[in-house]
């Protein structure tokens, strides 16, 4: 089976076979009047994925993703901080692109910004007055919906539900409520450029389709963006590109769900999101890829720290059993590699994939063999996880036994204080390497915790069964469920 995308043109799957030998990716970017949230960051791991899987697939492939530097929101922002718009742009450019560089996704070969492109923008806007799509009005210059006969066909919204809704504000002057802007005058101390229209900026859908045009030609194969996109933005979008050239614009198109709080979308409009860079302080890059890819890219996923942390562990586990071998051996072609390319192929299908992962963690545990550890980081490669040797966790145990140390002073059990130091410097004594310590060190942790439960002392041993799990190490009575047993990595 090739490769099937779903395009929400269509509303079906279909086989994704390119127009051209270099296939063309416009993802929608940013709007930067603030810093990235865990949502936005979803699109472009799905844009990551994306790209990652086509170029494995063997396709040549040119990406651009746009940032919006000027629009209401930034000149608002402008107005409440009284910085410069594009301080503020660029500020939020560079957590986002240090995102981007942290979290293992692939830099778009271009990130074009609309302030970049006002000639492109004037140059469309025009050609659509040409053509009879386009009207000038107060130095407003307005796209003229009802003369393009398609409209409403990627939101699959017709003209009669769209008037119902559709109201003109005060300041402006269209001809028709379900008309958009094109271009926006310049109101007193707004950003502005010189335009035939008089001085203004750009609207908001012109400049993706001026910007993707420009790079990818009058037609290009796929388009991605979250599904909030979808209307009116990506309907726009359509619009004025085919209105313009007369050619059909985007061949699929991809959209992902939400990142919900609460049942709620992430939106910086509402307060209702979490930073990226905060999230990035508390979870390593690959445990919130893998909370991500866990569910399908086209369905909603709800945030919640509870399931960042079923990710952890689950992502420790698979990490604890490469930290198995040394060394993997080179394989030409990796375990269960059809399944997991029908897992791709069929629409990205990021989380049958880990599945088919995890599958192979639970055989390598009871089977040992090398080249299922081997296969195993190949996928993990393709999934845009970072390629990183298992780190290992000295300081966390550490930190642990500390804490344990610690809760031992302040109730004076200083007999057991002293019996616990002698212990662990005997446990490594002689060790040369960090990777020959933890193991030691979580079993003299373990150790430590029999000896209190032996004693009958058994809110020290629970104190220890709880500090470890909060490592990712279950323990049980029997011992330890080696299934859960995980390194830690941050």
């Given at each position: 089976m090739g490769l099937k995308l779903y395009n929400t043109f269509t509303r079906s799957l279909e086989e994704f076979v390119p127009q051209r030998e270099i296939v063309g990716i416009y993802s929608c970017g940013l709007t930067v009047q603030g810093a990235p949230h865990v949502g936005h960051m979803r699109a472009y791991i799905v844009r990551d994925v994306l790209v990652r899987w086509i170029e494995h697939l063997g396709y040549k492939f040119l990406s651009l993703e746009n940032f919006t530097d000027i629009d209401d929101k930034i000149i608002e922002k402008q107005l409440q901080q009284k910085r410069d718009w594009?301080?503020?742009?660029?500020?939020?450019?560079?957590?986002?692109?240090?995102?981007?560089?942290?979290?293992?996704?692939?830099?778009?070969?271009?990130?074009?910004?609309?302030?970049?492109?006002?000639e492109e923008i004037i140059h469309l806007v025009q050609e659509l007055i040409d053509k009879g799509y386009g009207y000038e009005k107060g130095g407003d210059v307005y796209f003229k919906v009802r003369k393009f006969p398609d409209y409403g066909r990627l939101s699959k919204k017709s003209i009669d539900d769209l008037v119902s809704g559709a109201r003109i504000a005060p300041t402006e002057h269209k001809e028709d409520p379900l008309d958009f802007a094109l271009w926006k005058a310049a109101k007193p101390g707004e950003p502005y450029w010189f335009s035939p229209w008089g001085k203004g900026?750009?609207?908001?859908?012109?400049?993706?389709?001026?910007?993707?045009?420009?790079?990818?030609?009058?037609?290009?194969?796929?388009?991605?963006?979250?599904?909030?996109?979808?209307?009116?933005?990506?309907?726009?979008?359509?619009?004025?590109?085919?209105?313009?050239?007369?050619?059909?614009?985007?061949r699929y198109w991809l959209h992902n769900g939400w990142v919900t709080l609460?049942?709620?979308?992430?939106?910086?409009?509402?307060?209702?999101?979490?930073?990226?860079?905060?999230?990035?302080?508390?979870?390593?890059?690959?445990?919130?890829?893998?909370?991500?890819?866990?569910?399908?890219?086209?369905?909603?996923?709800?945030?919640?720290?509870?399931?960042?942390?079923?990710?952890?562990?689950?992502?420790?586990?698979?990490?604890?059993?490469?930290?198995?071998?040394?060394?993997?051996?080179?394989?030409?072609?990796?375990?269960?590699?059809?399944?997991?390319?029908?897992?791709?192929?069929?629409?990205?299908?990021?989380?049958?994939?880990?599945?088919?992962?995890?599958?192979?963690?639970?055989?390598?545990?009871?089977?040992?063999?090398?080249?299922?550890?081997?296969?195993?980081?190949?996928?993990?490669?393709?999934?845009?996880?970072?390629?990183?040797?298992?780190?290992?966790?000295?300081?966390?145990?550490?930190?642990?036994?500390?804490?344990?140390?610690?809760?031992?002073?302040?109730?004076?059990?200083?007999?057991?204080?002293?019996?616990?130091?002698?212990?662990?410097?005997?446990?490594?004594?002689?060790?040369?390497?960090?990777?020959?310590?933890?193991?030691?060190?979580?079993?003299?942790?373990?150790?430590?915790?029999?000896?209190?439960r032996k004693n009958k002392k058994y809110e020290y041993a629970d104190f220890i069964r709880e500090k470890l799990a909060q490592q990712g190490i279950q323990i049980h009575d029997e011992g330890i469920d080696r299934s859960t047993f995980a390194l830690e990595i941050k």
């Open positions: 594009r301080v503020i742009a660029q500020e939020n450019i560079t957590k986002y692109l240090n995102a981007v560089d942290q979290l293992n996704i692939k830099r778009a070969h271009f990130y074009p910004r609309a302030s970049e492109h006002i900026r750009p609207g908001w859908h012109i400049e993706c389709s001026a910007m993707a045009m420009h790079y990818l030609g009058e037609s290009f194969d796929i388009h991605t963006g979250g599904e909030d996109l979808i209307f009116p933005h990506h309907e726009n979008e359509i619009a004025q590109s085919v209105a313009a050239t007369g050619q059909p614009f985007v609460s049942g709620e979308k992430m939106a910086k409009s509402t307060g209702h999101f979490f930073l990226i860079e905060d999230l990035l302080k508390e979870y390593h890059p690959n445990v919130i890829r893998l909370y991500l890819l866990k569910t399908h890219y086209r369905n909603q996923i709800e945030f919640s720290s509870e399931r960042l942390d079923e990710a952890k562990a689950a992502y420790h586990r698979i990490l604890t059993f490469l930290s198995g071998f040394k060394v993997l051996p080179v394989i030409d072609k990796p375990l269960m590699v059809d399944e997991f390319t029908d897992a791709m192929n069929d629409d990205l299908n990021a989380p049958k994939a880990l599945g088919i992962i995890f599958d192979m963690v639970n055989k390598g545990y009871d089977q040992g063999d090398p080249q299922i550890a081997a296969s195993i980081k190949i996928f993990l490669g393709i999934l845009g996880f970072c390629d990183e040797e298992p780190a290992v966790p000295f300081s966390q145990a550490m930190d642990v036994f500390r804490e344990i140390t610690e809760r031992l002073v302040q109730e004076g059990q200083d007999e057991l204080i002293e019996d616990v130091w002698k212990k662990f410097y005997s446990t490594i004594e002689g060790m040369k390497s960090m990777e020959d310590v933890f193991p030691a060190l979580v079993g003299f942790l373990l150790d430590i915790r029999n000896q209190f």
